[in-house]
């Protein structure tokens, strides 16, 4: 099993035995730091720093603010974060310890003012502005607005023979806008009501069933993983391809993580596996992913940089108890790392692996 605490004390006492004569400051409170500094006692550890708390005392350890790291004339410091993060810390304290000649580590003993202004410049377009990018955007744009209706919406009008194309639409839009949501055709049923439009709940389950057939949705179910079983109150339902969602709806409400959960549900289904929504403990797993004997269970977040989202997003894997593979997919930018066996993977490097 994957011990994180002895990993990071392996990878310290590799990269720093070197620096054990010289103060050092590690950044980072939290238990990493106090499970690390109980085996590296040896070391001169002048004190800790974080982006937060600016005083006071933890792990026996003073906390340190700049003027602080000043007077000490340190010039290391280690950062002890998850990777996902290391890149944020860095940023926040850059100017800093470039302007003081302070350089700064990760625990594999990475510069990472290498590390980050290597990954800037292989970044397309990172340092142009807003206004150019979006410039930049619509010379290339390839979707019209009326993709949509004209290559599914309308053949499921004239294959279905649909009445009332307007009120087609608006459900087309409430699925689109409610992409990776709990849906029920009664939900729909009743939020069309209020908008003065007379629709039964079983129009709805027709209309849905149409879009899906047609491939614009794809409907996922619920599935009880301890009692081993569907549930059938709500369901999920993803757009084939978001951006139709954009070109009919505009940036409107634009919501990042759950786009990027849309992109991993649809991708999953094209990687052949049958995919479900998992439900334990009244908590939920974003998707539990089957394949002939494989089977994995995955959340997806757009950024866990803060403690709290990562803890939302483990926490519920961590409360399954049987062997399969468990794995979040977010933004990270960082290599794919583990925390208590559950792989922590960037979704740009998910998507494009084999």
């Given at each position: 099993?994957?011990?994180?605490?002895?990993y990071i004390?392996?990878?310290f006492?590799?990269?720093?035995?070197?620096k054990?004569?010289e103060?050092?400051?590690l950044?980072?409170i939290?238990?990493?730091?106090?499970?690390?500094?109980e085996r590296?006692?040896?070391?001169?550890?002048?004190?800790?720093?974080?982006g937060?708390?600016?005083e006071?005392?933890i792990?026996?350890?003073p906390?340190?603010d700049?003027?602080?790291v000043?007077?000490?004339?340190?010039?290391t410091?280690?950062?002890i974060?998850?990777?996902?993060?290391?890149?944020?810390?860095?940023?926040?304290?850059?100017?800093?310890?470039?302007?003081?000649?302070?350089?700064?580590y990760?625990?594999?003993?990475n510069?990472?003012?290498?590390?980050?202004?290597?990954q800037?410049h292989?970044i397309?377009?990172?340092?142009?502005s807003y206004?150019?990018?979006?410039?930049?955007a619509?010379?290339?744009?390839?979707?019209?607005?009326d993709?949509?209706?004209?290559?599914?919406v309308?053949?499921?009008?004239?294959k279905?023979?649909?009445?009332?194309?307007?009120?087609?639409?608006?459900?087309v839009?409430?699925?689109?806008?409610?992409a990776?949501?709990?849906?029920?055709?009664r939900?729909i049923?009743d939020s069309?009501?209020?908008?003065?439009?007379?629709?039964n709940?079983?129009?709805?389950?027709?209309?849905?069933?149409?879009?899906?057939?047609a491939f614009?949705?794809?409907?996922?179910?619920?599935?009880?993983i301890?009692?081993?079983?569907y549930?059938?109150?709500s369901d999920?339902?993803?757009?084939?391809?978001?951006t139709?969602?954009?070109?009919?709806?505009?940036?409107?409400n634009?919501?990042?993580g759950?786009?990027?959960?849309?992109?991993?549900?649809?991708?999953?289904?094209?990687?052949?596996?049958?995919?479900?929504?998992?439900?334990?403990y009244?908590?939920?797993?974003?998707?539990?992913a089957?394949?002939r004997?494989e089977k994995?269970?995955?959340q997806?977040?757009?950024?866990?940089?803060?403690?709290k989202t990562?803890?939302?997003?483990v926490s519920?894997?961590?409360q399954?108890?049987?062997a399969?593979?468990?794995?979040v997919?977010?933004?990270t930018?960082?290599?794919?790392?583990q925390?208590?066996?559950i792989?922590?993977?960037d979704v740009?490097d998910w998507?494009?692996?084999?």
């Amino acid at each position: 099993m994957y011990d994180e605490a002895n990993y990071i004390y392996q990878e310290f006492q590799k990269n720093f035995a070197e620096k054990k004569e010289e103060p050092l400051i590690l950044y980072g409170i939290g238990k990493r730091t106090g499970e690390l500094l109980e085996r590296i006692q040896e070391y001169q550890i002048a004190g800790l720093m974080d982006g937060k708390k600016k005083e006071g005392t933890i792990w026996d350890k003073p906390i340190l603010d700049y003027q602080d790291v000043l007077k000490l004339k340190v010039k290391t410091i280690v950062v002890i974060a998850r990777p996902a993060v290391i890149g944020v810390i860095y940023h926040r304290i850059e100017g800093f310890c470039t302007g003081n000649g302070i350089a700064v580590y990760d625990v594999k003993g990475n510069d990472l003012s290498e590390v980050y202004t290597n990954q800037e410049h292989d970044i397309p377009y990172f340092h142009q502005s807003y206004d150019d990018l979006k410039r930049e955007a619509e010379k290339h744009e390839v979707i019209s607005f009326d993709v949509f209706d004209t290559l599914i919406v309308r053949d499921i009008r004239q294959k279905y023979k649909i009445r009332n194309p307007i009120l087609m639409n608006r459900i087309v839009d409430f699925l689109m806008d409610n992409a990776s949501n709990l849906t029920s055709a009664r939900n729909i049923a009743d939020s069309l009501t209020n908008q003065k439009d007379k629709i039964n709940h079983k129009t709805v389950g027709n209309y849905i069933e149409y879009l899906c057939n047609a491939f614009a949705f794809y409907k996922l179910r619920r599935y009880d993983i301890r009692g081993k079983k569907y549930l059938s109150s709500s369901d999920k339902y993803y757009l084939s391809d978001h951006t139709f969602r954009y070109a009919k709806l505009g940036t409107k409400n634009m919501n990042r993580g759950r786009t990027i959960e849309n992109i991993v549900a649809v991708e999953l289904l094209r990687r052949g596996y049958e995919v479900y929504v998992g439900v334990l403990y009244k908590k939920e797993i974003d998707f539990v992913a089957l394949k002939r004997n494989e089977k994995i269970y995955i959340q997806v977040s757009d950024d866990i940089t803060e403690e709290k989202t990562f803890e939302r997003e483990v926490s519920p894997l961590l409360q399954i108890k049987d062997a399969y593979p468990k794995m979040v997919i977010a933004r990270t930018r960082c290599e794919e790392y583990q925390y208590e066996g559950i792989r922590v993977v960037d979704v740009a490097d998910w998507l494009t692996a084999d």
